[in-house]
């Protein structure tokens, strides 16, 4: 009897399928005794090279110049320093705070919704996004000081009573933002904490004297792993992963709200919020592929733990986001262009055919044409270096969108005899400074926690099984939680 | 109980560890006086442990409801006080006050559950305890008191079901 089949892939073909889908190579099925797992991540936190403290001590000079020296002379000299004036008063001290932000929001992505889905391929890499946020908004919150100029009146956006008897406006946005950002901050530093006191624990009980174990034992608090403290940290992290998550969305759409409050052309948008906060994902999630990639690359033995099969799932969700992007960014476009409101208009003309034209388009082809092109394939996804490049551009890319919304956004304004292209001048140095810090306190940072959360890979190895289903290997899931 | 004595037995795995709570039952000792001390958390369940009491929760339930009354305080109270009439705007908005409540009730929710944490089990401690470093190594720890005289048939009970080790421990410095 005749039948009738689609055509078989080739034998040769079907092998290297079945060695693509085996779940042995994965991380939750490939485990290491804990005290070698534990070993591994000492030893790569205590093993440092010269370079390393080449990179810190250049990463250091920098930070004094940019952050010390030039800070100093943006302060003794005023504002007039900084290529700020009329109209662009909002200049690249704000696309910093916004940048930074949205690094901020990959830590709490990838550690919060990830563990809230119990998504598994999260558990090596959620406190090395964590650091990101935390890191990221050190940044955010000094460049708002750089952006304030006279920074010793900050005080004057606290409820305290002042020499004005004026209260603090919180019907303001910026109100909103110092509230959203303050509480953004200290819970993510909080978030941070908890899942790393079991491993300081590790790393007191691996640590013989000196500084370093006081440390530890210091900030371990004294946990041992009783039932009772398991049961108040892992509460404490269940109430944390789902509190977070809308803090999250709040902090970058009233961001958005600094800009769409104001009746200001290109800026009024109902989109915007969520349009920021994904934009906020996309750059978020692209720096941590960036980071897993130099972690993977820097750091003795974390290539067992920081595996193609991460990547992996980085690319999927990059590419995802970029998609989500693009929606964003259409819809952002296609109204104001539909509607024909001759300041808007001027504004998109002024961004697409203006002298800055070129960052436009650079904008359009790395937060779309290319992880679009590059990030469709698993091979490319799961190639480190690759998914890293694609990281760094996608942030330049982000890093230009917010230029354009920004300084280039308040140029074009109801007032055309005020239009003057804007060029930062010591705001320069003073960016480098932030991106400086940020890699010197990750740096520092790498040598004295470790940046795997080893506990939960256990956790995570216990869980999972491999099971025989017909001819198959299947990857099982045991609810431990 | 006279004279007891605290014991530290040693598990490689869920299985050993779960038999061996099972066995001090047995041997009429209470939940309350053993504790199960991991590297990771166990669900109680593996262990035929009763749950943890936490109240966490409760304690971060309470910073919510102060965090609202904060925000509510904050955009409403300090306009009430101190009036910043800003042209045609209201003093008293809604949509304004929900933004500065969201956030103080979250903040309020997250700090007070953190504090919860601490409170809840006694951190920070830096006082001796009772403790091996081999558990954050991935072993599983009983710790019991039981009886001084019976020491030794404790110890071969667990030890037959697979106790690495079972030992008297004493409250060390971490």
């Known amino acids: 009897m005749a039948t009738y089949a689609k055509p078989l892939a080739r034998p040769k073909q079907h092998a290297e399928e079945e060695h693509e889908e085996n779940p042995r190579e994965h991380l939750m099925h490939d485990p290491l005794p804990r005290g070698q797992m534990n070993a591994m991540v000492m030893e790569s936190m205590n093993e440092t090279n010269p370079l390393f403290w080449v990179i810190t001590a250049v990463l250091a000079v920098i930070v004094l110049f940019a952050l010390g020296y030039e800070w100093s002379v943006l302060i003794l000299q005023g504002q007039g320093t900084a290529g700020v004036t009329r109209p662009d008063y909002w200049g690249v001290f704000l696309v910093n705070t916004v940048f930074w932000i949205g690094i901020s929001h990959a830590g709490t992505f990838i550690s919060a919704i990830l563990r809230v889905l119990k998504i598994e391929s999260r558990r090596p890499f959620t406190r090395a996004a964590e650091l990101m946020t935390t890191f990221g908004l050190v940044q955010a919150g000094l460049s708002i000081f750089m952006h304030l100029g006279r920074v010793w009146l900050v005080y004057w956006m606290f409820p305290i009573p002042n020499e004005r008897t004026i209260w603090p406006d919180f019907h303001s946005p910026l109100m909103w933002d110092l509230m959203a950002i303050t509480t953004y901050l200290l819970s993510s530093t909080m978030y941070l904490f908890l899942p790393l006191i079991p491993d300081l624990a590790m790393a007191r009980d691996r640590t013989e004297g000196g500084w370093k174990k006081i440390f530890y034992k210091i900030l371990a608090l004294g946990f041992r792993g009783t039932e009772g403290e398991w049961k108040n940290l892992t509460t404490a992290m269940n109430i944390f992963a789902f509190a977070i998550i809308p803090v999250m969305f709040s902090v970058h759409t009233i961001v958005s709200w600094d800009f769409a409050m104001a009746t200001r052309p290109g800026w009024s948008s109902t989109v915007f919020g969520p349009y920021f906060v994904i934009g906020a994902l996309h750059s978020g999630m692209a720096a941590v592929a960036i980071v897993l990639f130099l972690l993977r690359s820097t750091m003795k033995h974390y290539k067992y733990f920081i595996r193609p099969e991460h990547f992996n799932t980085m690319g999927m969700l990059m590419l995802l986001v970029s998609m989500a992007w693009a929606y964003f960014y259409f819809n952002d476009y296609i109204v104001p262009w539909y509607g024909g409101d001759k300041w808007d208009k001027l504004v998109q003309e002024y961004t697409e055919k203006g002298p800055l034209a070129y960052l436009w388009f650079t904008m359009l082809i790395v937060n779309i044409v290319i992880p679009w092109a590059t990030l469709w394939n698993k091979k490319w996804r799961e190639t480190p270096w690759l998914l890293a490049i694609v990281g760094l551009l996608i942030n330049v890319g982000m890093y230009i969108e917010r230029y354009l919304i920004i300084p280039v956004g308040v140029t074009i304004n109801r007032m055309p005899f005020t239009w003057r292209q804007y060029y930062p001048r010591i705001e320069i140095p003073m960016t480098i400074g932030t991106f400086a810090l940020f890699l010197l306190l990750y740096m520092l940072a790498s040598r004295l926690i470790p940046l795997i959360p080893v506990w939960e890979v256990q956790e995570g190895q216990e869980a999972h099984m491999i099971r025989k289903m017909g001819k198959a290997e299947i990857s099982t899931l045991s609810d431990m939680e | ?174």
Request: proline letters at 7%; charged letters at 20%.
């Open chain 2, 1 to 174: 109980m006279s004279e007891a004595i605290t014991l530290l037995a040693m598990f490689e795995d869920f299985e050993p560890a779960s038999k061996g709570v099972e066995k001090l039952h047995e041997l009429g000792l209470n939940d309350d006086d053993m504790n199960v001390i991991s590297g990771i958390p166990i669900k109680n369940t593996i262990l035929g442990r009763p749950s943890a009491i936490t109240y966490v929760s409760r304690i971060g339930m309470l910073g919510a409801g102060m965090g609202v009354a904060l925000g509510i305080f904050l955009i409403y109270g300090i306009p009430y006080l101190y009036p910043l009439l800003v042209g045609g705007q209201p003093i008293f908005p809604v949509p304004q006050g929900l933004i500065i409540a969201f956030e103080m009730t979250m903040l309020g929710l997250m700090g007070f559950s953190f504090l919860g944490m601490f409170i809840d089990s006694g951190f920070p401690s830096y006082t001796p305890k009772e403790y091996t470093p081999e558990i954050s190594d991935g072993k599983i720890a009983i710790l019991f008191s039981c009886p001084a005289q019976d020491q030794k048939k404790f110890e071969d009970a667990l030890k037959k079901l697979g106790a690495e080790s079972v030992h008297p421990v004493e409250a060390r410095q971490l």
